[in-house]
T-cell receptor, first 113, second 113 residues
């Protein structure tokens, strides 16, 4: 089956620094990838849709200058959290669009101290 | 962001009992999906429904796509301890190249042996 990986699986950073999270589709090509954020005991909230070779589409309320998304190839999308603050601490999950469904990565736990 | 209403929020049941949960929306969806998420991991697809009225099974799991296209339910029969987790419904809106998932609020299931 289709496999999506994320790296790192967890990261701790200091407030004010930037963190990059990678999402890779390992055995298929994905024109479209999605980035979600999940706070503890809450549902997945779509942050943005990432399209290969074009600008990402952000959901209402998500700051595009804070959450930089780059989808430079058909197997890789990156999310960079810039000038991180403690309130950015969350579980970030990506997914890659397959033929019939989205395939989810295992998530990245970000903790900002 | 938009979320689907899912109920119940949580369930504690005895091993062997059947479980039922449902998801409702104010919007119409083209596809309904049910996922299970375990702590610290991404969601895993359980069942996908593509047509109004469709009833689909996957082992002990059965899900139906409501006739109005605004709701769906998931049943788990003869629950076992490994059924523990959070179950999310998701509705797919949009068309090819523009579709996205909206997730439900989740149902936490605990199975008592």
């Amino acid at each position: 089956g289709a496999v999506v990986s994320q790296h790192p699986s967890w990261v701790i950073c200091k407030s004010g620094t930037s963190v990059k999270i990678e999402c890779r589709s390992l055995d298929f090509q994905a024109t479209t990838m999605f980035w979600y954020r999940q706070f503890p005991k809450q549902s997945l909230m779509l942050m943005a849709t990432s399209n290969e070779g074009s600008k990402a589409t952000y959901e209402q309320g998500v700051e595009k200058d804070k959450f930089l998304i780059n989808h430079a190839s058909l197997t890789l999308s990156t999310l960079t959290v810039t000038s991180a603050h403690p309130e950015d601490s969350s579980f970030y999950i990506c997914s890659a669009e397959g033929v019939y469904e989205q395939y989810f990565g295992p998530g990245t736990r970000l903790t900002v101290t | 962001g938009q979320q689907l209403n899912q109920s119940p929020q949580s369930m504690f049941i005895q091993e062997g009992e059947d479980v039922s949960m449902n998801c409702t929306s104010s919007s119409i969806f083209n596809t309904w999906l049910w996922y299970k998420q375990e702590p610290g991991e991404g969601p895993v697809l359980l069942i996908a429904l593509y047509k109004a009225g469709e009833l689909t099974s996957n082992g002990r799991l059965t899900a139906q796509f409501g006739i109005t296209r605004k709701d769906s339910f998931l049943n788990i029969s003869a629950s076992i301890p490994s059924d523990v987790g959070i179950y999310f419904c998701a509705g797919q809106s949009g068309g090819s190249g523009t579709y996205k998932y909206i997730f439900g609020t989740g149902t936490r299931l605990k199975v008592l042996a």
